[in-house]
């Protein structure tokens, strides 16, 4: 069987940095790490800023989430080739909190079944993942936009801004299965990396892993998010989101700052 050997690191947009622990949160952003009988599962999440100018705490909305697929894949509610129902059932037992907890997010799941050595995953809104194998990208997410800088996004809305608030369903999430090799790369980050690292940048780091060994995977997760993060307060660099923003007619420049998460994962023999 295969699995997956995983190490995060992230930075809240207040520098605040550290190793993945458990229910981890940089800033807003907020992931998971998880295993279960038949799968490796992992995500990541993104809750949307603007909510703290309702006096809502935006990573309350993410990390909750996180927490809620994690707990679902603890209990093997889940099934490998669907990670779309992980991101419903968690989302639907959000919307069932007898305190609303208000909030959006984007969410990006990735699922690495040991036995049939395919991944599955889902991704709604601009989080996302690449795949690496032999230097190159071989897979990668498809970022999901309303339109400039508004991605896709789980949402729960007060009933006076229902129909206001944008909320897109778990279903929109683009989801896809590949077969995996041993030794291939999994990255899987926050829009905080692929806003601010263009994919050669990322892969002129990934070279540097030499080792699947969870140390080496850590040490390589954190130069990918420290570089993103010096990037990001960059005011002359043409980071990738200034790019976009050029593309949709808006002058702009410099890196975006932003919460940065990283989860690096390699494909490898499974071990208890």
């Not at 993945?20 to 998971?32: I, N, V």
Request: glycine letters at 10%; a negative charge.
């Amino acid at each position: 069987d295969y699995g997956l050997v995983t190490a995060g690191c992230g930075f809240g947009k207040d520098f605040r940095k550290g190793l993945l622990k458990k229910g981890a949160c940089y800033g807003d952003d907020a992931c998971f790490v998880a295993r279960h009988r038949s799968a490796d599962v992992l995500g990541v999440a993104d809750g949307v800023g603007g909510w703290r100018d309702y006096g809502v705490d935006p990573s309350q909305f993410s990390g909750t989430l996180m927490r809620t697929c994690e707990r679902l894949v603890k209990e093997g509610r889940f099934v490998p080739s669907n990670p779309i129902g992980i991101l419903t059932t968690s989302y639907c037992e959000l919307l069932q909190n007898k305190v609303p907890l208000l909030g959006s997010s984007t969410a990006c799941i990735v699922v690495l079944d040991r036995t049939s050595h395919r991944l599955h995953t889902a991704n709604l809104g601009d989080s996302g993942f690449l795949v690496v194998r032999g230097g190159e990208v071989v897979h990668r997410s498809d970022e999901q936009q309303h339109y400039f800088n508004t991605p896709f996004q789980l949402s729960i809305a007060p009933p006076e801004a229902e129909g206001v608030v944008l909320s897109d369903s778990p279903d929109a999430a683009d989801s896809t299965s590949f077969d995996v090799q041993l030794g291939d790369i999994i990255l899987t980050a926050t829009d905080g990396l692929f806003d601010n690292m263009p994919d050669y940048m990322i892969l002129q780091e990934l070279k540097k892993l030499k080792n699947p060994n969870y140390e080496s995977i850590q040490q390589t997760a954190r130069s990918i998010a420290e570089q993103a993060h010096e990037l990001a307060y960059d005011p002359n660099y043409m980071s990738p989101f200034a790019q976009f923003a050029c593309d949709n007619g808006l002058n702009v420049r410099g890196g975006k700052p932003d919460d940065i998460t990283v989860l690096l994962s390699i494909v490898a023999e499974y071990t208890d």
